[in-house]
Nanobody, 115 residues
Framework: QVQLVESGGGLVQPGGSLRLSCVAS????????MSWYRQPPGNQRELVAT???????DYAEAVKGRFTISRDNAKNTVHLQMDSLKLEDTAVYSC?????????WGQGTQVTVSP
């Protein structure tokens, strides 16, 4: 059974930083592509960043140059470093992966960017 547990969200002012973490279990973490998604209030969920098993990364245009995804295979953890946060980054952030053709999600962590 796949379990994904996020942490690190909170309230931050514009221009500030947060670091999200997601601990995974029930998977062979080192071979998995891991992703961060977000769902802003009243909007659909959107892909933020992805890191493959070979550490190749990809980012949504809206966060390129500000967010950094990384992984620690020894700790089954994927991180999302978020810098220069903007009001429009406010959302519930969730990590995700696919196992046996099924996408699994964590419970999400709230990030609120407000003056």
């Amino acid at each position: 059974q796949v379990q994904l547990v996020e942490s690190g969200g909170g309230l931050v002012q514009p221009g500030g930083s947060l670091r999200l973490s997601c601990v995974a279990s029930g998977i062979i973490f080192r071979i998995k592509t891991m992703s961060w998604y977000r769902q802003p209030p009243g909007n659909q969920r959107e892909l933020v960043a992805t890191i493959a098993s070979d550490y190749t990364t990809d980012y949504a245009e809206a966060v390129k140059g500000r967010f950094t995804i990384s992984r620690d295979n020894a700790k089954n953890t994927v991180h999302l470093q978020m810098d220069s946060l903007k009001l429009e980054d406010t959302a519930v952030y969730s990590c995700s992966t696919v196992q046996f053709y099924t996408r699994s999600w964590g419970q999400g962590t709230q990030v609120t960017v407000s003056p």
